[in-house]
């Protein structure tokens, strides 16, 4: 009998490499889709016909309860958040909520319908905020410098509490930076490939940056999600640290994308105050021995390969809209 598995989240980078992983293996894969995502299915086109959706919105308990309860699955990946650190300092309430609280709803929901069900939730290397420690672990002191952060560490401690209380199975993994082609544009690795190729045949002319300077632990969303899984699979619940263990500077990322296509940063890219957040971090580096000791997690895309299978996908759809506006006169 097929294991069932319900991806909250399931249109974004992480919920759709997730369900691609789960279908490998033999899951039937159900996502539940909410109402401002309804036709941004493009990352998941591909697997429309082999996964069932389900409409609901974190925020809304019960269609949250409908879903679990009509769905009844085995696992529960919450890839569904308000995830983006610097929309937080605007959207304070709304981060809080959605990113912390709703983890608190979804666990309820399991305590009273099925304890049994497995649950995995997704926190964040920004909960380390300011550290004076040069790469953090799972027990790292916490210091979170922007409202996601610091919903992300509420939800681990409500993790913590229905664990401890309720003995419900609740993991969850701290994820250091992971990017891919599915990355938004609202996240600097994305915008700097799509700019390179887009500059790199003429689409685009500059690209506006805040803080180049930031060190970033950068890793492959793919294998981080194989991660998630190996976690779930564990005969206990627990926290893991996910990450390369290496930092690099945005400047190097930049440097690295844009010599891929042939450009000079200095000649395209221009600094934007505007652009950078109030809320500064450490350097954040991820010691990854417990994962690794514990189901031999070891990240194989570094942040040169990262660029390269990024910049390919960007490549093509740039490719892609010059053909179109040569076919168009636009």
Same mark, same amino acid.
């Given at each position: ?83 983006? !650190?610097?929309? @937080?300092?605007? +959207?304070? &309430?709304?981060? *809080?909520?959605?990113?912390? #609280? %709703? ?93 390179? !190729?887009?500059? @790199?045949?003429? +689409?685009? &002319?500059?690209? *506006?940056?805040?803080?180049? #300077? %930031? ?116």
């Amino acid at each position: 009998m097929k294991k069932k598995a319900l991806i909250l989240g399931i249109t974004g980078q992480d919920g759709s490499y997730l369900a691609e992983i789960l279908l490998e293996k033999g899951y039937e894969v159900h996502g539940l889709i909410r109402r401002s995502a309804t036709g941004n299915t493009r990352n998941i086109e591909h697997i429309l016909d082999k996964i069932t959706l389900h409409r609901g919105d974190l925020g809304d308990v019960p269609s949250l309860f409908q879903t679990i309860h009509t769905v009844h699955p085995q696992e529960i990946y919450n890839e569904a958040d308000q995830d983006h !650190a610097g929309w @937080s300092y605007e +959207l304070v &309430d709304y981060a *809080s909520d959605i990113t912390g #609280g %709703a983890v608190g709803r979804i666990l309820e929901i399991i305590r009273q319908t099925d304890p049994t069900i497995r649950f995995f939730q997704p926190l964040t290397s920004n909960m380390f905020g300011l550290t004076e420690t040069k790469t953090q672990n799972e027990k790292t002191l916490l210091y979170p410098q922007s409202p996601y952060a610091c919903a992300k560490v509420y939800a681990w401690m409500l993790i913590r509490y229905y664990r401890d209380v309720h003995h419900i199975f609740a993991s969850t993994a701290i994820f250091f930076n992971h990017e891919s082609p599915r990355r938004t544009e609202s996240y600097v690795s994305r915008k700097i490939t799509k700019a390179a !190729a887009r500059i @790199s045949i003429g +689409l685009q &002319d500059k690209l *506006s940056l805040g803080d180049i #300077g %930031a060190e970033i632990d950068f890793g492959y969303a793919k294998e981080y999600m194989e991660a998630a899984w190996n976690i779930l699979q564990l005969d206990h619940p627990d926290d893991f640290v996910i990450g390369t263990g290496e930092s690099h500077s945005v400047r190097e990322f930049l440097e690295e994308a844009f010599a891929v296509v042939g450009l000079n940063v200095d000649e395209h890219v221009e600094i934007d105050a505007s652009l950078f957040r109030p809320g500064k971090t450490s350097t954040l580096v991820a010691d990854y021995a417990k994962a690794k000791k514990t189901f031999g997690f070891e990240p194989k895309v570094k942040y040169k390969d990262l660029v390269r299978i990024m910049l390919g996908e960007d490549k093509k759809e740039a490719e892609k809209e010059l053909i179109l506006r040569s076919q168009t006169g636009a």
